[in-house]
């Protein structure tokens, strides 16, 4: 038996006319999905936005009011197109300020690279009543206000902040996963998944069909956050694979 | 001059649970994204959902009153976490029927894999007023319905269907894009990048830093409608570069 338990929740907006325009394959929906796995937060809502400011409000606006938590990636940066901070602020409905700390951080980490100039200072530019999130990759640092995270858009610099606030937020238990491979067409079993979930009320079932070396397949990934719960509904899987005379792969195909 | 012309958009809505979890890494955004630019479409939102019906009842609610057209990726398959059809006849207020045509192509597909069975038989199921999408890489059609297209989640069956689709809808001028490369930090040239897509209005000038082989680079994408404005705008951009005394790479780096 679980107890029932609080489940934490986030929203993430994904800010970028490189990714509408698939210019960009968007790399930080699936890091930072993974990564509140772990700390036992799960990611509900995704939106990919334009650099547009009243388009970022409106989803800021949707999804802080949704979730517990809210991320956003990309629009950070130096440039004119880099105008999440006032978004985000007006979506608060709070000024832009200075961070004397990011100022201090930038001059020392520009100190040999030319000094600041106007458009390296916008990076110092957060919603009054934020924090940083540091971030050892570049001088820049992310953003926090609350329950509001503003993170970089390159990936390996999202790693490095999501590093920074690893083991900081508030989660539940988090979700466990087993993942059941089966050559076998997903439509032959689609009656069995459907049972075996219905009979184990805490977990789900995903199925995840592929074409590989000629034969069709599937991944089956039972989710729960119970252990107890999640063994016996992958046990009531793969027995009812047997009986229908599949072969079963525990791990995935 | 560019005569001022009708701008066509359209949204996403991604379904799937293994999105959010972060175990699957989504490949549809940038490939529809791609596909809409050569359609004279604009991708104006992504929204990535779960496999919850009343999250993509409210989804479809809010992209197809927002934008020209709207397509969905995932949840058209036979097992039980596929809702995508039933979610979207809700949203639209229409029932779900068997389509006759789908119906005779799954039994055609399956006459020598078995035959259909009730999970098979889910994939004939549309909102009632489709038609359908052909897809010759697996039997399984996607939908249309007016503006709204429902598609594979599988990223070569999507590409199926988007290819079956392609010249059918109405669109715009294509945007056109230059990019143009410079191994500087995009920190050094905000003030040009600013000054120049002020001066140019009908193109956007978006900023893309990276960091390679130990050195920051950044490319410059620049957008328009317009070849002529584009190529003016990218005339600027590249001699304020060399002014400030830096070599560029036209294509990008």
Same mark, same amino acid.
């Given at each position: 038996?679980?107890?029932?338990?609080?489940?934490?929740?986030?929203?993430?907006?994904?800010?970028?006319?490189?990714?509408?325009?698939?210019?960009?394959?968007?790399?930080?929906?699936?890091?930072?999905?993974?990564?509140?796995?772990?700390?036992?937060?799960?990611?509900?809502?995704?939106?990919?936005?334009?650099?547009?400011?009243?388009?970022?409000?409106?989803?800021?606006?949707?999804?802080?009011?949704?979730?517990?938590?809210?991320?956003?990636?990309?629009?950070?940066?130096?440039?004119?197109?880099?105008?999440?901070?006032?978004?985000?602020?007006?979506?608060?409905?709070?000024?832009?300020?200075?961070?004397?700390?990011?100022?201090?951080?930038?001059? &020392?980490?520009?100190?040999?690279?030319?000094?600041?100039?106007?458009?390296?200072?916008?990076?110092? &530019?957060?919603?009054?009543?934020?924090?940083?999130?540091?971030?050892?990759?570049?001088?820049?640092?992310?953003? &926090?206000?609350?329950?509001?995270?503003?993170?970089?858009?390159?990936?390996?610099?999202?790693?490095?902040?999501?590093?920074?606030?690893?083991?900081?937020?508030?989660?539940?238990?988090?979700?466990?996963?087993?993942?059941?491979?089966?050559?076998?067409?997903?439509?032959?079993?689609?009656?069995?998944?459907?049972?075996?979930?219905?009979?184990?009320?805490?977990?789900?079932?995903?199925?995840?069909?592929?074409?590989?070396?000629?034969?069709?397949?599937?991944?089956?990934?039972? &989710?729960?956050?119970?252990?107890?719960?999640?063994?016996?509904?992958?046990?009531?899987?793969?027995?009812?694979?047997?009986?229908?005379?599949?072969?079963?792969?525990?791990?995935?195909?």
């Amino acid at each position: 038996m679980t107890s029932p338990e609080k489940i934490w929740t986030a929203g993430l907006i994904v800010i970028g006319d490189e990714i509408l325009s698939g210019r960009t394959q968007d790399k930080n929906i699936a890091q930072v999905a993974s990564w509140l796995q772990v700390q036992g937060i799960r990611l509900a809502e995704v939106r990919v936005v334009p650099d547009v400011e009243s388009r970022i409000v409106a989803a800021v606006n949707d999804l802080r009011a949704a979730f517990d938590y809210l991320f956003t990636t990309g629009g950070i940066g130096p440039t004119h197109d880099d105008i999440t901070v006032d978004a985000v602020a007006a979506a608060l409905g709070v000024p832009v300020v200075i961070h004397p700390d990011a100022r201090a951080l930038l001059e &020392r980490y520009y100190a040999n690279k030319g000094g600041l100039n106007e458009g390296r200072l916008r990076m110092a &530019r957060v919603p009054e009543g934020s924090e940083l999130i540091l971030n050892r990759m570049s001088g820049a640092p992310g953003i &926090r206000r609350g329950n509001l995270f503003l993170m970089a858009g390159v990936p390996h610099i999202t790693a490095g902040m999501l590093d920074a606030l690893t083991g900081q937020l508030e989660g539940g238990a988090p979700l466990l996963t087993e993942t059941i491979g089966c050559w076998v067409a997903e439509s032959e079993v689609a009656d069995l998944l459907r049972r075996v979930e219905a009979a184990h009320e805490t977990c789900q079932i995903g199925s995840y069909p592929f074409f590989r070396e000629g034969r069709v397949g599937a991944n089956f990934v039972v &989710r729960s956050t119970s252990a107890e719960d999640l063994k016996s509904c992958c046990d009531s899987l793969t027995d009812g694979l047997a009986t229908h005379g599949h072969d079963f792969t525990p791990g995935g195909i």
